[in-house]
């Protein structure tokens, strides 16, 4: 059952208004920004080479991130054969810039943590303190999930530049024929006790616990 609580509690729901308006499209624009870098500007000619949220929203990955779930934004379009140098390894650069984004997101929330801005008890100290470490853990959480290496994720690109080359074309048979499919495993995988072990030692990585 849902917690109705915790999915209308302010803080949260300020947390994630913010996360809509920027590390989602940053994480699609970061995609779009590295392909363009390495010679591909298809995400560029469809629009995507922006940090416009409408430009990157997806209306089911937003609902599901506001219902407590994991959430996405509309997939970046990217030509690999258009990629400069290996195309495998290009392909990987452009698939964990996302992540990275992520990443580089989570940090900046974690700032007024690390330099103590947001001690001490009050009201509004409190409720900023629950809204930046919301938009910690999700970042944290939207970096590892789009890392698990299945079919569409961007950790199956990482994961087809690492294997030998039959491997990673029976993955990219697997992700035309099930990817969609396949994101049910990724929700699976991010329910193990692993990812939220991992989740936590990134947390206190960031925070200094």
């Not at 591909?40 to 469809?46: I, K, N, R, S, V």
């Not at 970046?76 to 992540?99: D, E, H, K, T």
């Not at 910690?136 to 087809?160: C, K, T």
């Amino acid at each position: 059952m849902f917690d109705l609580e915790y999915l209308l509690s302010l803080d949260r729901l300020i947390a994630l208004l913010i996360m809509c308006l920027t590390s989602m499209p940053v994480h699609e624009w970061a995609h779009a920004w590295t392909a363009y870098e390495l010679g591909d500007d298809t995400a560029a000619l469809h629009g995507r080479l922006t940090l416009n949220p409408l430009a990157h929203m997806d209306l089911y990955g937003t609902i599901s991130l506001f219902l407590g779930f994991l959430g996405w934004g509309k997939p970046v379009p990217v030509n690999i054969n258009r990629l400069r140098g290996n195309m495998r390894a290009s392909w990987a650069l452009v698939s964990i810039a996302g992540p990275f984004s992520n990443l580089v997101m989570a940090m900046l929330a974690a700032i007024p943590f690390r330099l103590e801005l947001l001690n001490g008890s009050g009201e509004i100290v409190q409720f900023l303190q629950q809204v930046f470490a919301y938009m910690i853990i999700i970042n944290l959480s939207l970096m590892l999930f789009n890392l698990i290496p299945v079919p569409p994720l961007d950790g199956s690109r990482i994961l087809g530049w690492l294997l030998p080359g039959q491997l990673a074309q029976g993955m990219d048979r697997l992700e035309r024929v099930a990817g969609p499919m396949l994101i049910i495993v990724a929700f699976l995988i991010a329910r193990l006790p692993l990812f939220n072990q991992i989740l936590t030692w990134l947390l206190q990585l960031l925070l200094w616990y």
